[in-house]
């Protein structure tokens, strides 16, 4: 009974000065009506406590989850909680300076990224000659869509197409006689635009050639040229000429490249026009600014169908002297009579004249318009092919804040009289010493308009010509075919023998067309010269070439690094790629002349005594140690040399003036990135 009453028994404090606790609750089951009125009067009387209320609430109250807002801010102004909060709050504000900092420095000390005409080799195509698609014996687009894999197999990403508009092909094309049209011979424009789709499906880039200085005497700009219609009267340069007993008198003693004399009668304006080439070839006249608002529509139409970049030709051509003066003779005392060879005067007046960068400059102002995109910046080539004249080469550069090409390609290693250590030496060096600081090199090895490297030079060194191509600085051009070793046609009467057809297999016809003949004859070499027998072949052409490609995008120091000539004799070439912050090196040792032992331990302080063979034009030393003391090269022979080093060469004071770097860029191993402050 006392225990039930115990239960029931609440606990009270007085309202005067206490609290009432209400922690209890009676008993659900007691019933007041049963309850004995005897203990009742038993029961405790309440007992009254003097109590602080701020100190009892404040012992009763304490943080919980979910607590309201007004029993929140009761502790929020606690010092405790106060000093906690504080600090978090400046932590935060810390971390977030911190982080934009080290993100602004990361922007200012990474070097500028390789654009995608720096990082790739650019294949050239002469689409003639590529691939058959229609058994007509002319190769196509649709031919060259056929073979894009090719391309990939090479670990190639950008591809230059040689001139296709429609044109009558005198000059194989190159004077057009419609600028917004395909031959037929090579397809239709939706040939062309599922060329264009297939190449960009694949990541790849596509570069067009365009040359601005003339047309052919076809289109219909020159067609109503030499009739005096409207604005296209002065579309053209026309000059007054006599004629008389079957003979013309032309203005002066210009003469065209392909010879004699550079005016040519017209019977129906009655006036002679000037053309640098062909007769078939009028020069345009781009002193009239409706010309190069002509050309201007031109290069914005095929930018707007997508192609990623044009090559430039001829620009040296685009302007003559208004005053028609007679050129200087190169020999004073030849009869001015007999002159008709291009090489017998001096051009001071039909090329390079003032104003002509002026009109390339514009040519690339128009095509940054297409340029704003991320990922689509258009390329801009010129050929500035100036032989006696480095400096004018260098110009198409453009200044330092005026833009111009990304680069004029280089055909130093083309126009070599020779071959050796030496000369090889010193066509990379002419460039490279004379290239305007911060630019972009590149190296042409083979072009339409020049033997293939096995003709000219001997198919010997056509593997360490590719060595060299693809581990020099800068864009590497190859022309189709050379990457399998392929030779001119051994033919006197082929008249354009290094332009044979691509030879794909052993089948009839190097499988370039399944129809009975193709335009050229292909070369009898093609059955051990072509694609698919060299995929097989450890050793071939095509797969040294398709190694080197693999080394080149997969090795910093070849890709952006430092070159640094080590040694140049009769016949051998050796210099190394490194990169700031990586103690890799590699050392290529090629050979262009005869047997040859160098020491390399003697001419660089510090090389390692052993150096492994990374790639060799003889599949079989990969992999093999060489004492650096005694490397022995073979003729045309190529090593590519990978050491270790804690001192790289363009840091020794014996090779200062012998070094140098287009995109400078450091590497971090602890942070695994690029930077430039070295």
Same mark, same amino acid.
């Given at each position: ?42 029961? +405790? ?5 003097? !109590?602080?209320? !701020? ?45 934009? =900092? ?6 200012? %000390?990474? /070097? ?85 789709? !297939? ?8 570069? $067009? ?31 007054? =000429? ?24 017209? #019977? ?34 095929? %930018? ?51 104003? $002509? ?34 400096? !004018? ?7 330092? @804040? ?13 126009? $070599? ?18 290239? /305007?600081?911060?630019?972009? +090199? ?53 008249? @354009? +023998? ?70 140049? #004799? ?15 090196? @590699? ?17 660089? +302080? ?73």
């Amino acid at each position: 009974m006392v225990e039930e009453e115990a239960k029931s028994l609440p606990m009270e404090l007085s309202e005067k000065g206490g609290v009432e606790n209400n922690g209890f609750v009676h008993n659900e089951a007691f019933d007041d009506k049963e309850m004995d009125t005897s203990s009742q009067e038993e029961m +405790p009387k309440p007992h009254v406590v003097d !109590a602080d209320p !701020a100190a009892i609430e404040e012992l009763l109250l304490k943080p919980y989850a979910g607590m309201p807002k007004e029993v929140l801010l009761k502790f929020s102004s606690q010092a405790q909680y106060r000093l906690t909060r504080e600090i978090l709050f400046w932590l935060i504000i810390a971390a977030a300076v911190v982080l934009v =900092c080290a993100t602004i420095a990361i922007i200012a %000390l990474s /070097p500028k990224c390789l654009d995608w005409w720096q990082a790739s080799p650019i294949y050239q195509i002469y689409p003639r000659s590529f691939k058959d698609s229609n058994m007509d014996g002319n190769g196509d687009l649709k031919g060259i869509q056929e073979k894009l894999d090719h391309i990939m197999y090479l670990n190639i990403k950008t591809i230059w197409i040689t001139s296709f508009y429609k044109s009558p092909l005198k000059d194989l094309g190159y004077g057009a006689e419609d600028f917004y049209d395909i031959d037929p011979m090579f397809g239709s424009m939706s040939d062309f635009e599922n060329l264009l789709a !297939a190449i960009h499906d694949r990541g790849l880039k596509v570069i $067009m050639d365009l040359i601005p200085n003339h047309t052919s005497d076809k289109h219909r700009w020159f067609q109503l040229s030499r009739n005096r219609t409207g604005k296209y009267t002065d579309y053209y340069i026309w000059q007054d =000429c006599t004629q008389a007993a079957g003979s013309v008198t032309p203005p002066n003693n210009w003469v065209s490249v392909f010879g004699n004399s550079s005016w040519q009668f017209d #019977d129906v304006r009655k006036q002679c026009y000037f053309h640098q080439f062909g007769k078939e070839q009028p020069d345009l006249n781009f002193r009239n600014l409706a010309v190069q608002q002509e050309i201007h529509d031109i290069i914005k139409f095929w %930018l707007g169908k997508g192609i990623d970049g044009f090559s430039f030709s001829a620009v040296k051509f685009l302007l003559e002297a208004t005053h028609l003066r007679d050129e200087p003779q190169v020999n004073k005392s030849q009869n001015p009579e007999s002159i008709t060879a291009y090489s017998q005067l001096y051009h001071d007046y039909t090329t390079m004249q003032v104003g $002509m960068h002026d009109i390339i400059r514009s040519f690339r102002q128009t095509m940054n318009q297409f340029s704003s995109e991320p990922g689509r910046y258009r390329f801009m080539g010129s050929g500035g092919d100036e032989k006696e004249d480095v400096e !004018a080469t260098m110009m198409y550069y453009g200044a330092t @804040f005026i833009q111009e090409a990304d680069f004029p390609f280089n055909f130093n290693l083309i126009n $070599m009289k020779n071959l050796s250590g030496n000369s090889i030496f010193e066509a990379v060096n002419l460039w490279m010493k004379n290239m /305007p600081a911060g630019k972009w +090199p590149n190296w042409v090895v083979g072009s339409p308009n020049a033997a293939r490297i096995s003709s000219r030079i001997g198919k010997e060194y056509i593997n360490v010509m590719n060595m060299l191509l693809l581990t020099l600085p800068g864009t590497p051009v190859t022309y189709y075919g050379e990457e399998i070793g392929m030779e001119n046609i051994a033919s006197e009467n082929v008249t @354009f +023998p290094e332009k044979s057809p691509m030879q794909w297999n052993g089948k009839v016809n190097a499988g370039f067309t399944e129809g009975n003949s193709s335009w050229l004859p292909v070369n009898s070499d093609y059955q051990s010269v072509n694609v698919e027998i060299q995929m097989t072949w450890s050793n071939s052409t095509l797969n040294l070439y398709r190694e080197l490609t693999l080394l080149r995008n997969s090795e910093l120091p070849i890709h952006r690094g430092w070159t640094c000539y080590i040694w140049n #004799d009769s016949n051998v070439f050796v210099y190394v790629r490194e990169l700031d912050g990586l103690d890799r090196v @590699f050392m290529m040792v090629l050979n262009f002349g005869q047997e040859s032992t160098i020491d390399l331990r003697t001419i660089v +302080p510090n090389l390692p005594s052993e150096a492994i063979i990374r790639l060799s034009t003889n599949f079989s030393n990969a992999g093999k140690a060489v004492n650096t003391k005694l490397i022995k090269t073979e003729t045309g022979e190529g090593l590519v040399l990978e050491y270790k080093t804690a001192k790289p060469v363009h840091t020794m004071e014996a090779f200062q003036g012998k070094c140098f770097v287009a995109e400078k860029a450091c590497y971090s191993s602890a942070f695994n990135l690029l930077y430039v402050n070295c």
